[in-house]
């Protein structure tokens, strides 16, 4: 089993939501960290924990990370980390599969099961690092995760949509094991 680091200068996790029902929204979390215990020829036994801060977000516009970090979504006063460990790793084909596990956001804890695609390892040029590369994808209602702050539209709809899409890109060096 090889232990491999999440390097946190190559690594983030974004996502997408719907505004007013007719725009998407993006945003990242650029401070992640977090450890991967991969094993290539029996991937079952891998693991993932990974931790993301969550005042580290940006969208691009300060306002809306302030609002973003208060009360009505994340509210990193009180919880500063969002939290994944992994439960179960299915292969579902060549370099790709599926990862379950346990997602905790804004003090609450939710199984997830997000697909992943993986590549390498490579040796890096720069420092003889071996690195994994890894992204995974998902969807979750943010409202499982106690974030139910929205506006009504005149319309009938709802100024931030419930579902968030995820995409997480992670880099990943070899940091023992064999």
């Given amino acids: 089993m090889a232990r491999y ?3 946190p200068d190559h690594s983030v996790a974004a996502f997408s939501v719907r505004h007013l ?3 998407n929204i993006r945003g990242q979390f650029n401070k992640l960290s ?3 215990n991969f094993d290539r020829d029996n991937i079952f036994r891998s693991s993932v924990e990974a931790e993301i801060d969550a005042a580290g977000i940006t969208t691009g516009v300060k306002k809306r990370d302030a609002h973003l970090l208060s009360p009505d979504f994340f509210d990193v006063e009180k919880y500063p980390k969002i939290t ?3 439960t179960k790793i299915e292969v579902t084909g ?6 379950t596990g346990d997602l905790t956001i804004h003090g609450i804890t939710r199984s997830v099961t997000m697909d992943v695609k993986y590549s390498g390892p ?3 040029p720069l420092g003889g690092e071996i690195s994994l590369g890894f992204t ?5 209602n943010r409202e499982d995760f106690g974030m139910t702050w929205n506006v009504p539209l005149d319309n009938g709809g709802i100024m931030v949509d419930k579902d968030v899409q995820i995409t997480i890109d992670i ?3 070899l940091t023992g094991g064999n």
Avoid: L, P, R, Y
């Fill in 94 to 99: 060549d370099n790709q599969g599926k990862v």
């Fill in 136 to 140: 995974a994808t998902t969807s979750i």
């Fill in 21 to 23: 029902a007719i725009a």
């Fill in 122 to 124: 490579v040796k890096s």
């Fill in 84 to 86: 994944f460990k992994s």
């Fill in 171 to 173: 880099e990943a060096d």
């Fill in 5 to 7: 680091t999440i390097d």
């Fill in 34 to 36: 977090g450890v991967i």
